[in-house]
């Protein structure tokens, strides 16, 4: 399990191959990767804020439970802080497994879980001022189908 | 113990964190100690529906006890990923 934290930017392509080439006997690994996204042209700066050490926790528990729940032979999971621009990559979660019914879905448990249990905050800086991201119903509603 | 505070609940305190002396048995009472401190106190902590709480790093709701804990953090709903 390899868990990070970090105001780095990262190369998806570098840590999918990495994540892939350490695997032994896995059939399948799924990615996901979060693009922080500019609508309608207003963006300027999308900022991060976390919760250090929390965040860290909550991540790792996050990652465990997948585990507990599905065949896995690991789980990759990158998310970044700080100051990020339109088409940077937010964050990423890769699984490998067995089979790909169980990284496909270990990854998307991974991504609903993330989106609101584990402690970070967006806020949008623009041309019109600056406002946080606010959590959105869907995002709770999709934990209840785990 | 320490309160932290995230998101725009820090922005409207001012800090990010606080180092309070509490005989507060629950989350909720704390949060009663922190209103009647000041008005950007209170105004931050109005809409308890709009917060969520963390006792020592975990998740917990207004209503969990806080004998013991070191360090108890209020925030918004989280938007990661």
């Known amino acids: 399990m390899d868990i990070r934290v970090q105001e780095a930017a990262f190369d998806l392509g570098d840590e999918a191959r990495a994540f892939a080439a350490r695997q032994s006997g896995m059939g399948a690994v799924v990615t996901f990767t979060g693009i922080v996204r500019d609508v309608g042209g207003r963006l300027d700066v999308m900022e991060i804020e976390h919760y250090p050490g929390m965040t860290e926790r909550a991540l790792t528990k996050i990652a465990q439970e997948a585990r507990a729940r599905w065949s896995l032979g690991d789980v990759l999971i990158v998310h970044r802080y700080g100051r990020l621009r339109a088409d940077e990559t937010i964050m990423m979660v890769a699984t490998a497994a067995r089979h790909r019914a169980d990284a496909f879905q270990a990854a998307q448990f991974l991504m609903d879980y993330l989106k609101s249990r584990a402690p970070f905050w967006k806020k949008e800086h623009g041309r019109d001022g600056a406002a946080w991201v606010a959590a959105r119903d869907e995002d709770e509603v999709a934990l209840d189908r785990w | ?81």
């Open chain 2, 1 to 81: 113990m320490d309160v932290l505070y995230f998101a725009w609940v820090r922005e409207r305190i001012g800090h990010p964190r606080d180092r309070v002396d509490t005989q507060a048995a629950t989350v909720r009472e704390l949060v009663a100690e922190l209103r009647a401190r000041e008005d950007r106190y209170a105004a931050a902590f109005a809409d308890l529906s709009a917060l969520r709480v963390a006792v020592d790093q975990e998740l917990t709701d207004f209503d969990a006890p806080l004998a013991g804990a070191r360090e108890v953090a209020f925030f918004p709903p989280m938007t990661g990923g």
